[in-house]
């Protein structure tokens, strides 16, 4: 099992900036990757950016060059770090974690909101 608790949500105005964290617990040996996922109200749940095992990153288009995941291996925190923020980056943002097994972890999920 892998437990995942993420922080660092808020608000924030259109233009600004704001660092997730998602701190890892359990079996960390058996985690393959590393994402974070958001979900707007009345939208699906979507990729924002993913960490592989190799340390390769992808990102959805509407937020590469703006933002970009992170770990440290040895806090066991992956980070998102979200820079030029817009309104419609508001949402709900949890952490994701996937084991070799294909096992798949969520965090609670953390609130951001872009808005003046």
């Known amino acids: 099992q892998v437990q995942l608790v993420e922080s660092g949500g808020g608000l924030v105005q259109p233009g600004g900036s704001l660092g997730l964290s998602c701190a890892v617990s359990g079996s960390i040996s058996t985690v393959a990757s590393m994402a974070w996922y958001r979900q707007a109200p009345g939208k699906q749940r979507e990729l924002v950016a993913l960490l592989n095992w190799d340390g390769s990153t992808n990102y959805a288009g509407s937020v590469k060059g703006r933002f970009t995941i992170s770990e440290d291996n040895a806090k066991s925190t992956v980070y998102l770090q979200m820079n030029s923020l817009k309104p419609e980056d508001t949402a709900i943002y949890y952490c994701?974690?996937?084991?070799?097994?294909?096992?798949?972890?969520w965090g609670q999920g953390t609130q951001v909101t872009v808005s003046s």
């Open positions: 994701n974690a996937a084991s070799h097994s294909r096992a798949i972890y």
